[in-house]
Protein backbone atom coordinates (compact mmCIF):
# COMPACT_ATOMS: atom_id res chain seq x y z
CA UNK A 1 0.00 0.00 0.00
CA UNK A 2 2.01 3.10 -0.93
CA UNK A 3 1.20 6.50 1.16
CA UNK A 4 -1.03 8.20 -1.58
CA UNK A 5 -3.94 4.88 -1.34
CA UNK A 6 -3.22 4.98 2.66
CA UNK A 7 -4.13 8.24 2.61
CA UNK A 8 -7.18 7.98 0.29
CA UNK A 9 -8.69 4.96 2.18
CA UNK A 10 -8.22 6.85 5.91
CA UNK A 11 -10.58 9.72 4.97
CA UNK A 12 -12.96 11.23 6.98
CA UNK A 13 -15.07 14.30 7.35
CA UNK A 14 -13.10 16.63 9.64
CA UNK A 15 -15.36 19.53 10.92
CA UNK A 16 -13.56 20.74 14.31
CA UNK A 17 -10.03 22.27 13.22
CA UNK A 18 -7.65 23.78 15.48
CA UNK A 19 -7.72 27.29 15.60
CA UNK A 20 -4.22 27.82 13.36
CA UNK A 21 -3.88 29.24 9.98
CA UNK A 22 -2.33 27.09 7.37
CA UNK A 23 1.48 28.37 6.48
CA UNK A 24 2.33 30.13 3.41
CA UNK A 25 4.09 27.23 1.66
CA UNK A 26 1.64 24.48 2.25
CA UNK A 27 -0.89 26.46 0.98
CA UNK A 28 1.09 27.34 -2.21
CA UNK A 29 1.58 23.83 -2.83
CA UNK A 30 -2.02 22.93 -2.68
CA UNK A 31 -2.83 25.78 -5.38
CA UNK A 32 -0.05 24.33 -7.75
CA UNK A 33 -2.25 21.00 -7.44
CA UNK A 34 -5.40 22.73 -7.74
CA UNK A 35 -4.00 24.63 -10.95
CA UNK A 36 -2.60 21.40 -12.53
CA UNK A 37 -5.88 19.35 -12.20
CA UNK A 38 -7.10 18.26 -15.29
CA UNK A 39 -9.98 20.19 -17.03
CA UNK A 40 -12.25 19.48 -20.17
CA UNK A 41 -10.54 19.96 -22.96
CA UNK A 42 -8.17 22.07 -20.81
CA UNK A 43 -10.17 24.91 -20.91
CA UNK A 44 -9.96 25.09 -17.19
CA UNK A 45 -13.74 26.34 -16.71
CA UNK A 46 -13.42 26.41 -13.24
CA UNK A 47 -12.42 29.40 -10.40
CA UNK A 48 -12.27 29.24 -6.80
CA UNK A 49 -13.08 31.95 -4.17
CA UNK A 50 -11.11 31.88 -0.88
CA UNK A 51 -12.61 32.93 2.05
CA UNK A 52 -10.69 34.48 4.29
CA UNK A 53 -12.58 37.34 5.56
CA UNK A 54 -14.54 36.23 9.16
CA UNK A 55 -18.33 38.31 7.78
CA UNK A 56 -18.23 36.24 4.66
CA UNK A 57 -17.51 32.48 6.79
CA UNK A 58 -19.98 32.95 9.15
CA UNK A 59 -22.77 34.50 6.75
CA UNK A 60 -22.07 31.14 4.99
CA UNK A 61 -22.07 29.04 7.77
CA UNK A 62 -25.86 30.49 8.52
CA UNK A 63 -27.07 29.32 4.75
CA UNK A 64 -25.66 26.32 5.66
CA UNK A 65 -26.78 25.87 9.14
CA UNK A 66 -23.51 24.05 9.95
CA UNK A 67 -21.84 26.54 12.14
CA UNK A 68 -18.63 24.77 12.84
CA UNK A 69 -18.14 26.17 8.97
CA UNK A 70 -17.31 29.48 10.63
CA UNK A 71 -14.08 27.93 12.18
CA UNK A 72 -12.86 26.70 9.24
CA UNK A 73 -9.02 28.13 8.81
CA UNK A 74 -8.85 27.59 4.73
CA UNK A 75 -12.10 27.86 3.29
CA UNK A 76 -12.27 27.50 -0.52
CA UNK A 77 -15.66 27.49 -2.92
CA UNK A 78 -15.34 26.02 -6.02
CA UNK A 79 -16.81 27.42 -8.96
CA UNK A 80 -18.17 26.75 -12.49
CA UNK A 81 -16.70 29.64 -14.27
CA UNK A 82 -17.57 30.21 -18.10
CA UNK A 83 -17.38 33.66 -17.68
CA UNK A 84 -13.64 33.87 -17.98
CA UNK A 85 -13.27 32.45 -21.48
CA UNK A 86 -16.79 34.14 -22.88
CA UNK A 87 -14.86 37.16 -22.22
CA UNK A 88 -11.92 36.19 -24.12
CA UNK A 89 -14.03 34.64 -27.03
CA UNK A 90 -16.00 38.50 -26.72
CA UNK A 91 -12.98 40.33 -26.70
CA UNK A 92 -12.24 38.29 -30.28
CA UNK A 93 -15.48 39.28 -31.41
CA UNK A 94 -16.21 35.36 -31.47
CA UNK A 95 -18.58 34.34 -28.23
CA UNK A 96 -21.61 32.58 -29.22
CA UNK A 97 -24.71 30.61 -26.97
CA UNK A 98 -22.68 27.47 -27.11
CA UNK A 99 -20.19 28.84 -24.56
CA UNK A 100 -22.65 29.12 -22.45
CA UNK A 101 -24.77 26.10 -22.76
CA UNK A 102 -25.79 23.04 -20.74
CA UNK A 103 -22.63 21.11 -22.06
CA UNK A 104 -19.92 23.47 -21.30
CA UNK A 105 -21.92 23.81 -17.48
CA UNK A 106 -21.43 20.56 -17.24
CA UNK A 107 -17.86 20.85 -18.60
CA UNK A 108 -17.08 23.37 -16.08
CA UNK A 109 -18.98 21.78 -13.23
CA UNK A 110 -16.75 18.72 -13.54
CA UNK A 111 -13.57 20.91 -14.11
CA UNK A 112 -14.90 22.43 -10.40
CA UNK A 113 -15.06 18.78 -8.48
CA UNK A 114 -11.80 17.19 -10.25
CA UNK A 115 -9.74 20.17 -8.70
CA UNK A 116 -11.45 20.21 -5.47
CA UNK A 117 -10.85 16.85 -4.90
CA UNK A 118 -7.58 16.76 -6.26
CA UNK A 119 -7.18 20.01 -3.42
CA UNK A 120 -8.82 17.63 -0.61
CA UNK A 121 -6.30 14.27 -1.42
CA UNK A 122 -3.31 16.72 -1.02
CA UNK A 123 -4.40 18.66 1.61
CA UNK A 124 -4.75 15.24 3.52
CA UNK A 125 -1.34 14.09 2.54
CA UNK A 126 -0.34 17.49 4.11
CA UNK A 127 -2.12 16.24 7.40
CA UNK A 128 -4.85 18.09 7.16
CA UNK A 129 -8.42 17.41 7.72
CA UNK A 130 -11.38 18.28 5.11
CA UNK A 131 -14.89 18.82 4.98
CA UNK A 132 -17.08 18.97 1.80
CA UNK A 133 -19.53 21.97 2.71
CA UNK A 134 -22.85 21.04 -0.14
CA UNK A 135 -24.65 22.71 1.92
CA UNK A 136 -24.05 26.39 -0.40
CA UNK A 137 -26.50 25.06 -2.01
CA UNK A 138 -28.87 25.28 0.80
CA UNK A 139 -29.34 28.95 -0.88
CA UNK A 140 -27.47 29.16 -3.83
CA UNK A 141 -28.41 32.56 -4.84
CA UNK A 142 -27.51 34.01 -2.12
CA UNK A 143 -24.00 32.33 -2.24
CA UNK A 144 -23.93 34.18 -5.69
CA UNK A 145 -24.69 37.54 -4.29
CA UNK A 146 -22.10 37.13 -1.42
CA UNK A 147 -19.48 35.97 -3.43
CA UNK A 148 -19.93 38.34 -6.26
CA UNK A 149 -20.46 35.92 -8.52
CA UNK A 150 -20.60 37.48 -12.25
CA UNK A 151 -23.38 35.63 -14.72
CA UNK A 152 -21.87 32.51 -16.34
CA UNK A 153 -20.43 31.14 -12.85
CA UNK A 154 -22.09 28.98 -10.64
CA UNK A 155 -21.05 28.14 -6.99
CA UNK A 156 -20.58 24.19 -7.18
CA UNK A 157 -18.58 23.01 -3.58
CA UNK A 158 -17.16 24.48 -0.64
CA UNK A 159 -13.95 22.71 1.16
CA UNK A 160 -12.76 23.41 4.97
CA UNK A 161 -9.10 22.57 5.78
CA UNK A 162 -7.60 22.89 8.72
CA UNK A 163 -5.69 21.28 11.64
CA UNK A 164 -8.13 18.26 13.17
CA UNK A 165 -8.97 19.23 16.28
CA UNK A 166 -11.11 15.24 16.46
CA UNK A 167 -10.77 11.78 15.79
CA UNK A 168 -13.70 10.70 14.24
CA UNK A 169 -14.05 6.92 12.71
CA UNK A 170 -14.46 5.93 9.52
CA UNK A 171 -17.88 5.69 7.94
CA UNK A 172 -18.61 2.57 5.96
CA UNK A 173 -19.61 2.56 2.73
CA UNK A 174 -22.07 0.80 0.62
CA UNK A 175 -20.50 -2.61 -0.46
CA UNK A 176 -18.72 -1.87 -4.17
CA UNK A 177 -20.76 -4.59 -5.68
CA UNK A 178 -23.85 -2.33 -5.73
CA UNK A 179 -21.86 0.70 -7.29
CA UNK A 180 -20.14 -1.02 -10.19
CA UNK A 181 -21.37 -3.06 -12.52
CA UNK A 182 -19.44 -4.83 -15.75
CA UNK A 183 -20.43 -3.35 -19.37
CA UNK A 184 -23.77 -1.99 -18.07
CA UNK A 185 -26.36 -0.85 -15.26
CA UNK A 186 -27.37 -3.63 -12.70
CA UNK A 187 -30.83 -3.36 -10.97
CA UNK A 188 -31.30 -5.47 -8.11
CA UNK A 189 -34.90 -7.14 -7.69
CA UNK A 190 -34.75 -5.56 -4.23
CA UNK A 191 -32.46 -2.92 -2.65
CA UNK A 192 -33.67 -2.67 0.63
CA UNK A 193 -32.35 -6.58 1.04
CA UNK A 194 -29.40 -5.69 -1.35
CA UNK A 195 -28.22 -3.01 1.49
CA UNK A 196 -29.49 -5.03 4.49
CA UNK A 197 -25.99 -5.70 6.31
CA UNK A 198 -25.20 -1.86 5.18
CA UNK A 199 -28.18 -0.75 6.83
CA UNK A 200 -27.33 -2.47 10.14
CA UNK A 201 -23.02 -1.41 9.67
CA UNK A 202 -24.84 1.99 9.48
CA UNK A 203 -26.43 1.54 12.65
CA UNK A 204 -23.78 0.08 14.40
CA UNK A 205 -21.22 3.30 13.19
CA UNK A 206 -24.05 5.74 14.53
CA UNK A 207 -24.48 3.99 17.88
CA UNK A 208 -20.76 3.87 18.49
CA UNK A 209 -20.13 7.20 17.30
CA UNK A 210 -22.99 9.31 19.89
CA UNK A 211 -24.56 6.53 21.89
CA UNK A 212 -26.90 9.60 23.00
CA UNK A 213 -28.07 10.72 19.59
CA UNK A 214 -30.08 8.44 17.95
CA UNK A 215 -29.34 8.21 13.82
CA UNK A 216 -31.00 6.46 11.73
CA UNK A 217 -29.93 3.52 9.65
CA UNK A 218 -28.83 4.00 5.72
CA UNK A 219 -32.12 3.87 4.28
CA UNK A 220 -34.18 5.90 6.83
CA UNK A 221 -31.14 8.67 6.36
CA UNK A 222 -32.25 8.75 2.90
CA UNK A 223 -35.61 9.38 3.09
CA UNK A 224 -34.54 12.19 5.82
CA UNK A 225 -32.31 13.56 3.61
CA UNK A 226 -33.00 12.67 0.07
CA UNK A 227 -37.29 13.02 -0.67
CA UNK A 228 -36.97 16.31 1.84
CA UNK A 229 -35.34 20.01 1.12
CA UNK A 230 -34.02 22.45 3.54
CA UNK A 231 -34.08 25.98 2.96
CA UNK A 232 -34.14 27.00 -0.59
CA UNK A 233 -32.90 23.89 -2.24
CA UNK A 234 -35.91 23.92 -5.01
CA UNK A 235 -34.31 27.54 -5.94
CA UNK A 236 -30.82 25.78 -7.52
CA UNK A 237 -32.44 25.72 -10.57
CA UNK A 238 -33.66 29.04 -11.00
CA UNK A 239 -30.71 30.33 -9.95
CA UNK A 240 -29.01 28.37 -12.74
CA UNK A 241 -30.84 29.52 -14.95
CA UNK A 242 -30.65 33.49 -13.30
CA UNK A 243 -26.67 32.96 -13.63
CA UNK A 244 -27.29 33.68 -17.77
CA UNK A 245 -26.69 29.99 -18.90
CA UNK A 246 -28.48 28.83 -21.83
CA UNK A 247 -30.22 25.94 -22.25
CA UNK A 248 -30.19 24.33 -25.89
CA UNK A 249 -34.16 22.72 -25.95
CA UNK A 250 -33.88 20.88 -29.59
CA UNK B 1 7.27 17.95 -1.33
CA UNK B 2 5.67 14.53 -0.92
CA UNK B 3 5.28 11.61 -2.88
CA UNK B 4 1.51 12.83 -3.28
CA UNK B 5 2.15 16.27 -3.94
CA UNK B 6 4.68 15.15 -6.36
CA UNK B 7 2.23 12.58 -8.38
CA UNK B 8 -0.40 15.39 -8.30
CA UNK B 9 1.87 18.13 -9.91
CA UNK B 10 3.07 15.54 -12.60
CA UNK B 11 -0.32 15.10 -13.65
CA UNK B 12 -0.50 14.44 -17.47
CA UNK B 13 -2.88 12.83 -19.89
CA UNK B 14 -1.78 9.56 -20.98
CA UNK B 15 -3.77 8.56 -24.31
CA UNK B 16 -1.56 5.18 -25.53
CA UNK B 17 -1.39 2.79 -23.38
CA UNK B 18 0.72 -0.60 -23.49
CA UNK B 19 -1.43 -3.32 -24.25
CA UNK B 20 -1.89 -5.07 -20.54
CA UNK B 21 -4.34 -5.23 -18.14
CA UNK B 22 -3.90 -4.31 -15.05
CA UNK B 23 -3.49 -6.63 -11.69
CA UNK B 24 -6.34 -7.67 -9.48
CA UNK B 25 -4.75 -6.54 -6.36
CA UNK B 26 -4.25 -3.18 -8.06
CA UNK B 27 -7.57 -3.27 -9.41
CA UNK B 28 -9.12 -3.56 -6.04
CA UNK B 29 -6.82 -0.70 -4.17
CA UNK B 30 -8.54 1.42 -6.75
CA UNK B 31 -11.76 0.28 -6.38
CA UNK B 32 -11.44 0.31 -2.58
CA UNK B 33 -10.36 4.27 -3.23
CA UNK B 34 -13.42 4.91 -5.14
CA UNK B 35 -16.10 3.32 -2.61
CA UNK B 36 -13.91 5.49 0.34
CA UNK B 37 -13.92 9.03 -1.30
CA UNK B 38 -16.64 11.54 0.16
CA UNK B 39 -19.97 12.11 -1.19
CA UNK B 40 -22.78 14.59 -0.32
CA UNK B 41 -24.61 14.10 2.86
CA UNK B 42 -22.88 10.27 3.15
CA UNK B 43 -25.59 9.20 0.05
CA UNK B 44 -23.15 7.50 -2.39
CA UNK B 45 -25.52 9.01 -5.55
CA UNK B 46 -23.05 7.99 -7.92
CA UNK B 47 -21.71 4.26 -9.62
CA UNK B 48 -19.32 3.24 -11.89
CA UNK B 49 -19.88 0.94 -15.22
CA UNK B 50 -16.48 -1.10 -15.86
CA UNK B 51 -16.50 -1.20 -19.55
CA UNK B 52 -14.66 -4.60 -20.38
CA UNK B 53 -16.18 -5.43 -23.75
CA UNK B 54 -14.62 -4.29 -26.50
CA UNK B 55 -17.32 -4.07 -28.16
CA UNK B 56 -18.51 -1.34 -26.15
CA UNK B 57 -15.26 0.24 -26.05
CA UNK B 58 -15.31 0.34 -30.03
CA UNK B 59 -18.66 2.32 -29.78
CA UNK B 60 -17.62 4.32 -27.32
CA UNK B 61 -14.15 5.17 -29.05
CA UNK B 62 -16.77 5.82 -32.10
CA UNK B 63 -19.25 8.34 -30.02
CA UNK B 64 -16.58 9.82 -28.85
CA UNK B 65 -14.12 10.21 -31.82
CA UNK B 66 -11.14 9.46 -29.92
CA UNK B 67 -9.87 6.35 -31.43
CA UNK B 68 -7.28 5.18 -28.91
CA UNK B 69 -10.15 5.25 -26.77
CA UNK B 70 -10.73 1.62 -27.95
CA UNK B 71 -7.33 0.72 -26.36
CA UNK B 72 -7.58 1.83 -22.87
CA UNK B 73 -6.64 -1.49 -20.66
CA UNK B 74 -9.19 0.08 -18.12
CA UNK B 75 -11.97 1.60 -18.90
CA UNK B 76 -14.62 3.36 -15.95
CA UNK B 77 -17.67 5.25 -16.89
CA UNK B 78 -18.78 6.86 -13.51
CA UNK B 79 -22.41 8.05 -13.40
CA UNK B 80 -25.03 10.50 -11.36
CA UNK B 81 -26.86 7.41 -9.72
CA UNK B 82 -30.35 8.74 -8.14
CA UNK B 83 -31.95 5.34 -9.38
CA UNK B 84 -30.64 3.23 -6.22
CA UNK B 85 -31.47 5.26 -3.54
CA UNK B 86 -34.80 6.37 -5.26
CA UNK B 87 -35.82 2.39 -5.26
CA UNK B 88 -34.70 2.05 -1.74
CA UNK B 89 -36.75 4.73 -0.84
CA UNK B 90 -39.81 3.34 -2.95
CA UNK B 91 -39.60 -0.13 -1.07
CA UNK B 92 -40.10 1.36 1.47
CA UNK B 93 -43.37 3.69 0.29
CA UNK B 94 -41.28 6.85 0.84
CA UNK B 95 -40.43 7.77 -2.58
CA UNK B 96 -40.94 11.75 -3.87
CA UNK B 97 -39.76 14.08 -6.84
CA UNK B 98 -37.48 15.88 -4.71
CA UNK B 99 -35.27 12.51 -5.09
CA UNK B 100 -34.87 12.88 -8.25
CA UNK B 101 -34.79 16.47 -8.65
CA UNK B 102 -31.64 19.38 -10.37
CA UNK B 103 -30.45 19.80 -6.82
CA UNK B 104 -30.15 15.99 -6.06
CA UNK B 105 -28.39 15.56 -9.75
CA UNK B 106 -26.31 17.79 -8.85
CA UNK B 107 -24.97 15.68 -6.21
CA UNK B 108 -24.42 12.46 -7.80
CA UNK B 109 -22.47 14.51 -10.58
CA UNK B 110 -20.35 15.79 -7.79
CA UNK B 111 -20.67 12.25 -6.27
CA UNK B 112 -19.16 10.78 -9.50
CA UNK B 113 -16.76 13.42 -10.34
CA UNK B 114 -14.99 13.25 -6.86
CA UNK B 115 -14.64 9.86 -7.11
CA UNK B 116 -13.56 9.90 -10.71
CA UNK B 117 -10.73 12.35 -9.44
CA UNK B 118 -9.97 9.82 -6.26
CA UNK B 119 -9.34 7.42 -8.65
CA UNK B 120 -7.20 8.94 -11.14
CA UNK B 121 -4.62 9.93 -7.80
CA UNK B 122 -4.33 6.27 -6.75
CA UNK B 123 -3.96 5.12 -10.47
CA UNK B 124 -1.21 7.43 -11.04
CA UNK B 125 0.23 6.47 -7.68
CA UNK B 126 0.81 3.07 -9.02
CA UNK B 127 2.23 4.19 -11.68
CA UNK B 128 -0.32 4.13 -14.44
CA UNK B 129 -1.61 6.90 -17.22
CA UNK B 130 -5.10 8.17 -16.58
CA UNK B 131 -6.90 9.67 -19.34
CA UNK B 132 -10.65 11.36 -18.87
CA UNK B 133 -13.60 11.06 -21.46
CA UNK B 134 -15.31 14.17 -21.29
CA UNK B 135 -16.19 12.55 -25.18
CA UNK B 136 -19.11 10.51 -23.84
CA UNK B 137 -20.94 13.44 -24.16
CA UNK B 138 -20.69 14.10 -27.79
CA UNK B 139 -23.81 12.00 -27.70
CA UNK B 140 -24.89 11.63 -24.08
CA UNK B 141 -28.04 9.52 -25.26
CA UNK B 142 -26.47 6.87 -27.02
CA UNK B 143 -23.97 6.23 -24.06
CA UNK B 144 -27.19 5.68 -21.89
CA UNK B 145 -28.10 3.44 -24.25
CA UNK B 146 -25.08 1.61 -24.95
CA UNK B 147 -24.72 1.15 -21.05
CA UNK B 148 -28.43 -0.01 -20.07
CA UNK B 149 -28.43 3.01 -17.85
CA UNK B 150 -31.86 3.39 -15.96
CA UNK B 151 -33.49 6.43 -15.41
CA UNK B 152 -31.88 8.90 -12.60
CA UNK B 153 -29.02 7.84 -13.46
CA UNK B 154 -26.68 9.85 -16.05
CA UNK B 155 -23.27 10.07 -17.36
CA UNK B 156 -20.54 11.61 -15.97
CA UNK B 157 -17.52 11.13 -17.45
CA UNK B 158 -15.00 8.26 -18.52
CA UNK B 159 -11.51 7.10 -17.26
CA UNK B 160 -8.99 4.96 -19.02
CA UNK B 161 -6.21 4.13 -17.34
CA UNK B 162 -3.07 1.35 -17.62
CA UNK B 163 0.23 1.84 -18.21
CA UNK B 164 1.90 4.49 -20.12
CA UNK B 165 3.39 4.01 -23.87
CA UNK B 166 3.88 7.75 -24.23
CA UNK B 167 5.91 10.60 -22.46
CA UNK B 168 4.37 13.57 -23.28
CA UNK B 169 5.31 17.16 -21.59
CA UNK B 170 3.74 18.66 -18.94
CA UNK B 171 0.95 21.05 -20.21
CA UNK B 172 1.24 24.49 -19.02
CA UNK B 173 -1.89 26.27 -17.21
CA UNK B 174 -2.86 29.45 -17.02
CA UNK B 175 -1.62 31.64 -13.99
CA UNK B 176 -3.71 30.78 -10.76
CA UNK B 177 -4.41 34.58 -10.00
CA UNK B 178 -7.15 34.16 -13.01
CA UNK B 179 -8.35 31.59 -11.25
CA UNK B 180 -8.65 32.18 -7.40
CA UNK B 181 -10.09 35.03 -6.09
CA UNK B 182 -10.17 36.68 -2.20
CA UNK B 183 -13.93 36.68 -0.72
CA UNK B 184 -15.45 37.54 -4.01
CA UNK B 185 -15.32 37.10 -7.86
CA UNK B 186 -12.72 39.53 -9.58
CA UNK B 187 -13.21 40.79 -13.20
CA UNK B 188 -10.22 42.01 -15.41
CA UNK B 189 -10.49 45.05 -17.66
CA UNK B 190 -9.15 43.22 -20.42
CA UNK B 191 -8.94 39.22 -20.12
CA UNK B 192 -7.00 39.02 -23.35
CA UNK B 193 -4.35 41.14 -22.09
CA UNK B 194 -4.37 39.11 -18.88
CA UNK B 195 -3.80 35.59 -20.65
CA UNK B 196 -1.28 37.07 -23.16
CA UNK B 197 1.55 35.74 -21.45
CA UNK B 198 0.13 32.33 -21.15
CA UNK B 199 -0.82 32.53 -25.07
CA UNK B 200 2.30 32.63 -26.13
CA UNK B 201 3.50 29.63 -23.54
CA UNK B 202 0.77 27.30 -25.24
CA UNK B 203 1.80 28.47 -28.43
CA UNK B 204 5.27 27.26 -27.73
CA UNK B 205 4.16 24.16 -25.96
CA UNK B 206 2.08 22.93 -28.74
CA UNK B 207 4.75 24.17 -31.10
CA UNK B 208 7.08 21.80 -29.10
CA UNK B 209 4.92 19.41 -29.21
CA UNK B 210 4.37 18.22 -32.71
CA UNK B 211 6.48 20.64 -34.67
CA UNK B 212 4.28 19.06 -37.73
CA UNK B 213 1.32 19.95 -36.49
CA UNK B 214 0.08 23.74 -35.89
CA UNK B 215 -2.07 24.13 -32.65
CA UNK B 216 -3.55 27.23 -31.62
CA UNK B 217 -2.87 29.57 -28.90
CA UNK B 218 -5.23 29.28 -26.13
CA UNK B 219 -7.66 32.37 -27.02
CA UNK B 220 -7.80 30.62 -30.06
CA UNK B 221 -8.27 27.01 -29.30
CA UNK B 222 -11.15 28.62 -26.87
CA UNK B 223 -12.78 29.70 -29.83
CA UNK B 224 -12.34 26.20 -31.66
CA UNK B 225 -13.12 24.41 -28.53
CA UNK B 226 -16.14 26.05 -26.59
CA UNK B 227 -17.82 28.15 -29.15
CA UNK B 228 -18.55 24.95 -31.68
CA UNK B 229 -20.42 21.69 -30.96
CA UNK B 230 -19.34 18.76 -32.54
CA UNK B 231 -21.97 15.44 -32.99
CA UNK B 232 -25.07 15.83 -30.59
CA UNK B 233 -23.85 18.09 -28.27
CA UNK B 234 -26.46 19.86 -28.16
CA UNK B 235 -28.66 17.25 -27.09
CA UNK B 236 -27.33 17.14 -23.47
CA UNK B 237 -29.98 18.96 -21.81
CA UNK B 238 -32.50 16.69 -23.80
CA UNK B 239 -30.94 13.84 -22.74
CA UNK B 240 -31.16 14.62 -19.04
CA UNK B 241 -34.64 15.00 -19.04
CA UNK B 242 -35.46 11.96 -20.94
CA UNK B 243 -33.81 9.98 -18.01
CA UNK B 244 -36.76 11.55 -15.67
CA UNK B 245 -34.93 14.41 -13.67
CA UNK B 246 -37.50 16.71 -12.12
CA UNK B 247 -36.97 19.87 -12.67
CA UNK B 248 -38.53 22.10 -9.65
CA UNK B 249 -39.45 25.50 -11.46
CA UNK B 250 -40.27 27.58 -8.76
Given amino acids: ?83 RNYKIAQEMGKENKIMIGFDKFMQGFTDACLAAQNYVVAAESLGYGTNYYGNIHNDTKKVIDLLKLPKYTFPVVGVGIGIPNQKPQLKPRMPFELKMFDNGYKKFDSYLEAIKDYDQVMQTYYDLRDANKRVDSFSKQIVKKQASLIANREDVYKAFLDQGFVINKN
Avoid: C, W
Fill in 1 to 83: MNETIKIQLNHRTIREFKNQPLPKEDLEKLHDVINMTASSNGMQNYSVIRVTDQNIKNELAEIGLQEYMRRAPELLIFIVDLY
